[in-house]
């Protein structure tokens, strides 16, 4: 095996794409148009799939997915303009900020508010997860960035060295203790969160409006004015470059899922995507109206910008025959060792809540159909099948806690009624049985009365059911003679013991004197 030499270690990854890049952005076609409720200022794809897509329009959170562009769920717990809907890393809980300033925390399934942070003076404009996934980041027009923690829902930090509105951050995903904002006062700042204070300031030219720390946390992109600034951090902050190919305002960023590519939206209509290795414009594509928050899918399938004029854009990639081979390629075979192994290692963090998972049993035929309040077919169900003679009284006790014992039992023919009058002919003298049984025949009787022995079968049983009735009565009352002769004896026998020791003590008394 020849010998491969180590490469040095960079920032970002250069990936050479599988078609030219004008063809590859050309891609992303058939953009579905929707109109939200007010202008879109964010937009943000779920981390884990199938990748929905979070809009952040007027006084709500729309959940849609991105593969059939329908509205999924809509969260409408604001009282005033929603701001800065973001997931967590797992897809799980969803945060945002609104202009009554609070920031709330959402369970992405249900829709219900797990956590309201009260904190800040003025409307909330950014709020973020960070990696540890217990912490919250948020910015205000208060001027101060505070971060959150989700378990005791207090504050954990404070920065109030910003001068002006904070509109936008960034977490590092490599350090959970480092921080990035944008402000209008023209600065980055980065914040260490174990300091409690900012560690790098970078100055710009114009408010910042949005800021993306790329993978590693070796760069850091600002977006101020028309602009878009890369500063390397390892440098503490020296810029790297300026990309100014937009003519207004560039309002948002997002990079792609390799960290080579830098989607930016504008108020000029057009979102224009660069190359971080050269810094070189690759790409653009033109809207109808100012662009105010862009977002890319995890799997790069997905495009979605959002717009001042209340409408976003949804497109989507054909993913090739080349990429799906290089997918399955990475996938376990299915049916192999590792296929069924996938996921046995994830031991979870400290902090996850574990729930037992029990296997769901299934029900029996008769427990389903009592589940539908089908009585009379229940009790057809569990007669004929040679049931235990328990499971049949315990369906016949359950029918009587229901009071839907008359109504199993009604409306029935000879054939229906045969199972039923055998069952009570061979378990009504069962001990366990007899009370249920015996309301049970009682109830037989009142509902058909003559129309029993109509039919010479179920005459038949009704005779051996009398027979066995009387039987099990003189039985009863023979035991119950018996019993009466038993007592009588034990009291005799109680009486003669009683005069035997009195007669004892007398004679031990006479000896004594």
């Given amino acids: 095996m020849d010998y491969k030499p180590i490469g040095a270690s960079k920032n970002v990854r250069n990936v050479r794409r599988s078609l030219p890049e004008a063809g590859y952005w050309k891609k992303f076609q058939s953009p579905v148009l929707v109109k939200e409720y007010g202008m879109v200022t964010s937009l943000e794809f779920s981390p884990v799939k199938p990748h929905d897509l979070l809009v952040t329009a007027s006084m709500r959170l729309q959940v849609y997915n991105s593969r059939t562009s329908q509205l999924k769920k809509s969260i409408t717990r604001f009282n005033g303009l929603a701001h800065s809907g973001s997931y967590r890393s797992d897809g799980k809980l969803v945060v945002a900020g609104d202009d009554n300033n609070m920031v709330q925390v959402f369970d992405g399934s249900s829709r219900a508010i797990l956590r309201t942070f009260k904190g800040h003076t003025d409307p909330v404009h950014l709020t973020k997860f ?14 101060t960035v505070q971060v959150w923690d989700i378990p005791s829902q207090a504050a954990v930090n404070v920065f109030s060295e910003h001068t002006d509105y904070v509109r936008s951050g960034s977490v590092f995903g490599g350090n959970a203790n480092l921080v990035a904002t944008g402000s209008y006062d023209h600065t980055v700042r ?8 900012s560690v790098t300031t970078i100055l710009t030219d114009d408010p910042v409006e ?39 305002t560039v309002t948002s960023l997002c990079l792609d899922s390799t960290g080579s590519r830098l989607v930016a939206g504008s108020l000029d ?34 495009l979605a910008v959002g717009m001042a004029s209340g ?3 949804l497109r989507r990639r054909a993913v090739t025959a080349k990429e799906q081979a290089v997918v399955a390629a990475r996938a376990p075979a299915a049916g192999s060792r590792a296929y069924f192994r996938r996921g046995a290692s994830y031991k979870g963090a400290d902090d996850d809540l574990r729930i037992e998972q029990r ?33 049949i009284v315990s369906l016949l006790q359950e029918l009587i806690h229901r009071d839907g014992l008359v109504g199993a039992l009604a409306g029935r023919d000879e054939l229906s009624l045969d199972p039923i009058v055998r069952f009570l002919v061979k378990f009504i003298d069962h001990p366990r049985y007899t009370s249920v049984l015996i309301t049970v025949a009682e109830t037989l009787l009142d509902i058909y009365d003559d129309l029993l022995y109509q039919s010479t079968r179920l005459a038949e049983l009704l005779m051996r059911l009398r027979a066995k009735v009387r039987l099990e009565l003189r039985l009863q009352q023979d035991m119950t003679m018996l019993l009466g002769s038993m007592e009588m004896l034990m009291a005799a026998c109680k009486v003669s013991h009683a005069q035997a020791a009195g007669t004892a003590l007398a004679t031990d008394e006479v000896q004594g004197t």
């Fill in 210 to 248: 949005d800021v993306l720390a790329f993978p590693g946390g070796g760069v850091i992109a600002a977006s101020a004015g028309p602009n878009v600034h890369l500063f390397d951090l390892l440098m503490g902050g020296r810029q790297l470059t300026t990309m100014g190919n937009h003519e207004k």
């Fill in 269 to 302: 209509h057009h979102i224009k995507i660069y190359d971080v290795q050269s810094f070189k414009m690759m790409f653009s594509m033109s809207y109808p109206a100012p662009v105010l928050s862009v977002a890319l899918s995890a799997d790069d399938t997905r």
């Fill in 311 to 313: 409408v976003f854009s």
């Fill in 190 to 197: 980065i914040w260490d969160l174990r300091a409690n204070r």
């Fill in 359 to 391: 296997r769901k049993r299934s029900l029996a035929d008769y427990d389903e159909l009592l589940r539908k309040f089908e009585h009379s077919r229940a009790l057809d169900a569990v007669l004929s099948n040679n049931r235990a003679g328990l499971t």
């Fill in 130 to 143: 960070l990696p540890n996934k217990v912490n919250v980041l948020s910015g205000s027009d208060d001027k």
